[in-house]
């Protein structure tokens, strides 16, 4: 199990404010605050973390989504928040119902409800 992630930022207050804006369709709100860095917590752990530093290759990140509501949420939250558009939320042959958006360090980051935990569709008769 993964205690916590941390990504590095160049500005860790502008990435607080976009994650707290992004996350929240998805349950994280911001609850910790250690120096520089910024804790948020969905379901009483503080799994993400922002901290200032040196920004290096940008990475991956994905947030599990209850629905696709939650991404749909997401990915309009973060867009509203400054994030730019890195593939709009939508089905992935073969992977599941997922948007991403790039954070304002370049970070790719994503919310997906994976294939097998949709719901399926009733048919129209």
């Known amino acids: 199990m993964i ?16 994650y707290r804006k992004a996350l929240a369709p998805l349950g994280y709100e911001l609850s910790k605050r250690y120096g520089d ?17 040196k920004v290096g290759t940008p990475s991956h990140v994905a947030f599990h989504a ?7 949420a997401f990915y309009k939250a973060a867009i509203a928040a400054g994030g ?18 790039f954070d304002p360090d370049g ?8 294939q097998e935990e949709l719901k399926p569709r009733r048919q129209k008769k």
């Open 37 to 53: 860095a910024f804790g948020f917590k969905e379901g009483g752990r503080h799994d993400f973390w922002v901290t200032k530093g």
């Open 3 to 18: 205690e916590h992630v941390s990504l590095r930022c160049r500005d860790a207050k502008r990435s607080r404010d976009f």
């Open 107 to 114: 970070h790719n980051i994503e919310a997906v409800i994976w």
């Open 66 to 72: 209850k629905n696709t509501r939650s991404v749909d």
């Open 84 to 101: 730019k558009d890195n593939g709009a939320p939508g089905m992935r042959e073969d992977y599941g119902y997922a948007a991403f958006v």
